[in-house]
């Protein structure tokens, strides 16, 4: 059975860091794309960051370049967010998403809030 686990939310001041990272049992991360999405309360998933399957490319949302940062820890299985310079308007739910076609992945999401 495959799982996606996220880890690392919490509250945090504007202006501070969090990283969150992503972990998988059952499939190796590596092989697949995986992306970052958040909900916040009253508005539609959005995409923020995602990175292609192996050394692949990276992508980022508007809203969060040069501020976000994804990256890849094979050894741990991991996919990783750093998110730096936060801002109350990141407040939200975090989830990961991990693509291979047809296979697709949710984990369950962590909360990630920033205070103002």
């Known amino acids: 059975q495959v799982r996606l686990v996220e880890s690392g939310g919490g509250l945090v001041q504007a202006g501070g860091s969090l990283r969150l990272s992503c972990t998988s049992s059952?499939?190796?991360?590596?092989?697949?794309?995986v992306g970052w999405f958040r909900q916040a309360p009253g508005k539609e998933r959005e995409g923020v960051s995602c990175?292609?399957?192996?050394?692949?490319?990276?992508y980022y949302a508007d809203s969060v370049k040069g501020r976000f940062t994804i990256s890849r820890d094979n050894a741990k299985n991991t996919v990783n967010l750093q998110m730096n310079s936060l801002k109350p308007e990141d407040t939200a739910v975090y989830y990961c998403?991990?693509?291979?076609?047809?296979?697709?992945?949710w984990g369950q999401g962590t909360q990630v809030t920033v205070s103002s």
């Open positions: 990175i292609s399957a192996g050394e692949g490319s990276r």
């Open positions: 059952g499939i190796t991360l590596d092989d697949y794309a």
């Open positions: 998403n991990a693509y291979l076609w047809p296979r697709h992945y």
